[in-house]
């Protein structure tokens, strides 16, 4: 075990000294062997018995720490997303870094109408659309809960938006194990089979336990799926300091590294071997208005720390970024969704997910979405750090022009000029040309960008073939949760 990485000659931040790091894994491994957790659901308390762990009334299970130690070892070091056309997308391992949504916020921010109100199938699609064309954005999650289907289909409907309107890859939610196993179905009917698709992994799926110290049946059941597929998943509980987890940073990364290492052993145990992307998230509890709130200092650390003993335990890692508290798209928004994005990238997580997301996760914004695009750009270019060889150090260039001449009409300007970071929204015009322009804020640009990618980008189709599969299997889950008809 080791904490490492860096951005290549890039910046790079640290949050935990090798020391902390191990003291937080001792701290987790007593949690797990003493404390234990409640696990509820029959197969996995039976994998944690055969393999040596004690059981006390059924379901409370004490983890001996060479489980911990056995899963850490088998499970891999790296795990690579592919797109819909079966090329390399997101390769999570050491610090590199990818950016995507978020899922099943409650609200959308219309961006023409500027009204707060519920998604529709046709808000998704025109979502997931917008991120198939943001060249910062890696991966997609649903966006939105659909107010349109029936609530019992809800996962899978937007699943089926997301496969056919991006070729990205995707990270999703289920409701259930059924809901995962109809997922996997429509994801392989669109890459070519079950067996590309485990070869070739689409889609990651993001299973959150209950914090504290308990397993849902739920919950276990799609950890267990998803490793006898070979679909890369997480097992990451969504922390509120002060609630579910302890208030302190130290306190809450203890507890989470316990509740996703306990994951990790199960899923190991079921399957040796397959992908486990390892991460979990806090939110503190604002004591003031006992609201969960993103993106403070302290969640900041906490991600930080998270990464760290991600690197510590040599496993990807999961994260957040490009979220915030705001309600609408405003000068809160750009700060707190910013730091988020721009830390996440420093500290070298690898993969984060809820950019657009707005007032706790409620609301989403596409405004903040296509800013966030630029962002991540401009994040990304620090991370490349600075190029020292020959011809970028300009020794000869420095010499051609000389004391008290200039750089404009020399080869080495015109020949590197243009690997200048660029925006795609932030106004660099002067004063008297940005009024001629119209005065326009950067929302207001964002909305003109929203507005002509969706009148101009058409994703790569998925085949009629292909469709008609997706629609099958639809129409199949409908009929067994007894589900209407769109």
């Given at each position: 075990?080791?904490?490492?990485?860096?951005?290549?000659?890039?910046?790079?931040?640290?949050?935990?000294?090798?020391?902390?790091?191990?003291?937080?894994?001792?701290?987790?491994?007593?949690?797990?062997?003493?404390?234990?957790?409640?696990?509820?659901?029959?197969?996995?308390?039976?994998?944690?018995?055969?393999?040596?762990?004690?059981?006390?009334?059924?379901?409370?299970?004490?983890?001996?720490?060479?489980?911990?130690?056995?899963?850490?070892?088998?499970?891999?070091?790296?795990?690579?997303?592919?797109?819909?056309?079966?090329?390399?997308?997101?390769?999570?391992?050491?610090?590199?870094?990818?950016?995507?949504?978020?899922?099943?916020?409650?609200?959308?921010?219309?961006?023409?109408?500027?009204?707060?109100?519920?998604?529709?199938?046709?808000?998704?699609?025109?979502?997931?659309?917008?991120?198939?064309?943001?060249?910062?954005?890696?991966?997609?999650?649903?966006?939105?809960?659909?107010?349109?289907?029936?609530?019992?289909?809800?996962?899978?409907?937007?699943?089926?938006?997301?496969?056919?309107n991006t070729v990205k890859p995707q990270v999703v939610i289920a409701e259930d194990g059924d809901t995962l196993r109809d997922i996997i179905e429509m994801a392989a009917s669109a890459v070519g089979g079950k067996e590309r698709l485990r070869q070739k992994p689409l889609f990651m799926i993001y299973t959150e336990p209950t914090s504290p110290l308990q397993h849902p049946q739920d919950s276990v059941d799609k950890l267990l799926i998803a490793a006898e597929n070979g679909v890369p998943t997480n097992f990451a509980c969504g922390g509120v300091a002060g609630a579910s987890v302890p208030t302190t940073v130290g306190g809450a990364l203890v507890q989470a590294n316990a509740e996703a290492l306990s994951g990790l052993v199960i899923h190991q145990l079921k399957a040796p071997g397959a992908p486990f992307v390892y991460g979990y998230g806090n939110s503190p509890l604002d004591m003031r208005t006992m609201q969960a709130v993103y993106g403070t200092p302290e969640a900041v650390l906490f991600q930080g720390g998270m990464v760290d003993l991600a690197h510590y335990y040599e496993l990807p890692s999961w994260g957040y970024a490009g979220c915030c508290n705001a309600k609408v798209c405003d000068e809160q928004a750009i700060a707190e969704s910013t730091m988020f994005t721009l830390m996440g990238a420093l500290q070298g997580c690898n993969i984060m997910h809820d950019v657009f997301y707005m007032e706790f996760g409620l609301t989403g914004s596409l405004e903040l979405l296509v800013i966030s695009n630029e962002v991540i750009g401009r994040a990304r270019r620090l991370l490349k750090g600075i190029d020292t060889d020959q011809e970028s150090l300009g020794v000869e260039a420095i010499m051609r022009v000389g004391p008290g001449g200039n750089f404009l009409g020399d080869d080495h300007t015109a020949n590197h000029f243009r690997e200048n970071w660029l925006p795609d929204l932030s106004d660099f015009n002067n004063y008297e040309n940005w009024s001629e322009n119209g005065s326009k804020t950067m929302v207001d640009r964002a909305r003109e960008r929203i507005k002509q990618i969706l009148e101009t980008h058409q994703p790569k189709l998925v085949t009629d073939e292909v469709r008609e599969q997706i629609e099958t299997i639809l129409k199949r889950a409908r009929e067994k949760v007894g589900a209407n008809e769109k």
């Open positions: 075990m080791g904490v490492g990485s860096s951005h290549g000659n890039g910046l790079f931040f640290r949050t935990l000294t090798e020391k902390q790091a191990e003291e937080i894994h001792l701290a987790s491994s007593r949690i797990l062997e003493e404390t234990g957790m409640v696990i509820h659901h029959q197969e996995a308390v039976e994998l944690l018995r055969q393999a040596g762990a004690q059981v006390e009334n059924g379901n409370r299970v004490y983890f001996p720490n060479h489980l911990v130690k056995k899963a850490l070892q088998s499970a891999p070091s790296h795990v690579t997303l592919y797109n819909r056309n079966g090329e390399t997308a997101l390769q999570l391992q050491g610090s590199n870094v990818y950016f995507g949504t978020g899922s099943d916020t409650l609200n959308y921010l219309d961006p023409v109408s500027q009204e707060r109100r519920k998604w529709h199938q046709e808000d998704v699609a025109n979502a997931i659309r917008l991120c198939d064309k943001l060249p910062n954005i890696d991966f997609v999650m649903s966006m939105g809960l659909l107010c349109d289907v029936d609530r019992r289909m809800i996962n899978r409907e937007q699943y089926a938006i997301m496969v056919q």
